[in-house]
């Protein structure tokens, strides 16, 4: 079946550092979501890539589709405290939908 | 902002012993699905229920498991006889479409625990 991996499964950056996460399916995506899960809170949403080669931009959150549709990142410029938290993307394809593990991302102030 | 609720926040249950929870869907929402969330672990898709009919559902989702919708507000999910491994976080969620057009709006979460 459809795998989704996310790598690293951790990071740790101090405050005003850069963070990148990165997604990648076994199989072709018809779209890739990400969304962000605070400790103890619920995933809430954060953008829908549908495009291959999609890059959309929040603030200092930078999406990208990969052409192939297979790989998608998350990148953060400058992060702060409140970017803490774990990113997961969710991938759907020909069945049904996959969650990533997960990057889990601390922010030393 | 509309929300999607869920009730309980958390339950306590022995093993064996059915378990009914409880999801209100954003109200002109059309897509709800079910997640768990083990401690520690990734989110798992369970099922997708469109027009009053499972859409999709993933392996976990077994002979346990029953969703339904008895009435047009709430979304249940029923775990018949629960085991230990039950036990996790179980997220609902809604969207107005599917796919491209189906941003998910993920409820608060039912902390279940199986004793």
């Known amino acids: 079946g459809q795998q989704v991996m996310q790598i690293p499964q951790y990071q740790h950056v101090q405050e005003g550092e850069d963070f990148t996460t990165y997604c990648n399916s076994s199989t072709t995506l018809s779209n890739i979501q990400w969304y962000k899960q605070r400790p103890g809170g619920h995933p809430v949403f954060l953008i829908q890539?549908?495009?291959?080669?999609e890059v959309k931009k929040q603030k200092r959150l930078t999406f990208q589709f990969g052409e192939a549709k297979k790989n998608s990142s998350l990148h953060i410029t400058a992060t702060q405290t409140t970017d803490v938290g774990t990113y997961f993307c969710e991938g759907s394809g020909n069945t049904p939908l996959v969650f990533g593990k997960g990057t889990r991302l601390s922010v030393i102030a | 902002e509309p929300e999607v609720t869920q009730t309980p926040s958390h339950q306590v249950t022995q093993m064996g012993q059915e378990v009914i929870l409880r999801c209100v869907p954003i109200s002109n929402h059309l897509y709800f699905y079910w997640y768990r969330q083990i401690l520690g672990q990734k989110v798992e898709f369970l099922v997708s229920?469109?027009?009053?009919?499972?859409?999709?559902k993933s392996e976990i989702f077994d002979d346990q498991f029953s969703v339904e919708r008895p009435d047009g507000s709430n979304f249940t999910l029923k775990i018949r006889s629960t085991k230990l491994e039950d036990s996790a976080m179980y997220f609902c969620?809604?969207?107005?479409?599917?796919?491209?057009?189906?941003?998910?709006?993920f409820g608060p979460g039912t902390r279940l625990l199986v004793l």
């Open positions: 229920f469109y027009n009053n009919e499972i859409s999709e």
């Open positions: 969620a809604s969207s107005e479409g599917y796919g491209q057009f189906g941003t998910q709006y």
């Open positions: 890539l549908v495009k291959s080669g």
